[in-house]
């Protein structure tokens, strides 16, 4: 089976790719854009795709919830993944010795407090944390260092010269599976919805309500701009329940109360 992952090899959404579906039944179709990788699914070059969604550090990526949101797919399953970030150059290459680092944007920030400490480090934005750390070796690039996953650096026969360089040493990144239809397993205990509310004092209130009252617990809240209505906002809930049934009488009255309610995708925590 393939599936497309943004990035190649060694990077974080390699290893999610593999915890999630293991090493020897799937093929990763290496995006090297996420509007790519939400191409691959919708032209049906891929069923699915692993794709992240938010960082416990730098927060979500509003970009993928719009590409999601924007061509209809569903969130079949979720994966956390601990993220370590380790600085690596071509062997002989100290701290010192580097005036450039080229990683993933969310990788950047997530790791601002290092970065901060060594401000002559020229930070420069690349496809992913893995394809620099390939170029880097290939290339021989002296001065220049990349921030890869644990077990990167010897894939591509590089040095680590510090280790977890990330601004906490608890970091995750919570990745979705997105395909074009929901799935059915019987294992559902947690959703992804969307809706829309009339500019009125308490009309999230009402919604949050109704959420409480069928004993969903919410787990996360984001707001994401209506590009074409100026100023105005769609939330994007996460819920999880014990009961699919007491989630589908809540998404009934959810529905009553707000505008445009989708289920965005039932699927399995991710969390134990
Ligand atoms: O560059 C990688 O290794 C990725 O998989 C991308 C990505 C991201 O999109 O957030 C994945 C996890 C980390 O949070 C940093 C970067």
Same mark, same amino acid.
């Not at 509007?35 to 070059?45: M, R």
């Not at 921030?147 to 608890?170: H, R």
């Given at each position: 089976?393939?599936?497309?992952?943004?990035? &190649?090899?060694?990077?974080?959404?390699?290893?999610?790719?593999?915890?999630?579906?293991?090493?020897?039944?799937?093929?990763?179709?290496?995006?090297?854009?996420?509007?790519?990788?939400?191409?691959?699914?919708?032209?049906?070059?891929?069923?699915?795709?692993?794709?992240?969604?938010?960082?416990?550090?730098?927060?979500? +990526?509003?970009?993928?919830? %719009?590409?999601?949101?924007?061509?209809?797919?569903?969130?079949?399953?979720?994966?956390?993944?601990? +993220?370590?970030?380790? /600085?690596?150059?071509?062997?002989?290459?100290?701290?010192?010795?580097?005036?450039?680092?080229?990683?993933?944007?969310?990788?950047?920030?997530?790791?601002?407090?290092?970065?901060?400490?060594?401000?002559?480090?020229?930070?420069?934005?690349?496809?992913?944390?893995?394809?620099?750390?390939?170029?880097?070796?290939?290339? %021989?690039?002296?001065?220049?260092?990349?921030?890869?996953?644990?077990?990167?650096?010897?894939?591509?026969? /590089?040095?680590? +010269?510090?280790?977890?360089?990330?601004?906490?040493?608890?970091?995750?990144?919570?990745?979705?599976?997105?395909?074009?239809?929901?799935?059915?397993?019987?294992?559902?205990?947690?959703?992804?919805?969307?809706?829309?509310?009339?500019?009125?004092?308490?009309?999230?209130?009402?919604?949050?309500?109704?959420?409480?009252?069928?004993?969903?617990?919410?787990?996360?809240?984001?707001? +994401?701009?209506?590009?074409?209505?100026?100023?105005?906002?769609?939330? &994007?809930?996460?819920?999880?329940?014990?009961?699919?049934?007491?989630?589908?009488?809540?998404?009934?009255?959810?529905?009553?109360?707000? &505008?445009?309610?989708?289920?965005?995708?039932?699927?399995?925590?991710?969390?134990?």
């Amino acid at each position: 089976m393939k599936i497309a992952i943004q990035g &190649i090899k060694g990077s974080n959404h390699y290893k999610a790719l593999t915890e999630l579906f293991g090493e020897t039944d799937v093929e990763a179709l290496e995006c090297m854009t996420f509007q790519k990788l939400v191409q691959a699914i919708i032209s049906d070059e891929c069923e699915k795709g692993v794709m992240a969604i938010e960082n416990s550090i730098a927060g979500s +990526i509003l970009p993928n919830y %719009r590409l999601i949101l924007d061509h209809d797919l569903q969130v079949t399953a979720e994966h956390y993944l601990n +993220i370590s970030h380790n /600085l690596v150059a071509l062997t002989g290459q100290k701290l010192e010795d580097l005036k450039e680092v080229r990683s993933h944007q969310m990788a950047l920030h997530q790791c601002s407090h290092f970065f901060g400490n060594h401000s002559h480090i020229h930070l420069v934005e690349d496809v992913d944390t893995a394809l620099p750390a390939q170029q880097l070796a290939e290339q %021989r690039l002296f001065g220049v260092g990349a921030l890869v996953p644990k077990g990167t650096a010897e894939l591509y026969n /590089l040095k680590v +010269i510090v280790e977890d360089v990330q601004n906490y040493s608890a970091n995750e990144t919570r990745f979705v599976v997105i395909e074009k239809l929901g799935n059915s397993i019987k294992e559902v205990n947690k959703a992804t919805l969307k809706f829309e509310i009339a500019h009125e004092s308490g009309s999230l209130a009402n919604v949050l309500n109704v959420m409480a009252d069928h004993g969903l617990n919410l787990t996360k809240i984001q707001s +994401i701009p209506i590009p074409e209505e100026v100023w105005k906002y769609a939330f &994007i809930v996460d819920v999880a329940f014990t009961s699919l049934e007491h989630f589908q009488d809540a998404f009934k009255a959810i529905s009553n109360l707000s &505008i445009n309610p989708t289920c965005v995708g039932q699927y399995k925590s991710g969390k134990s």
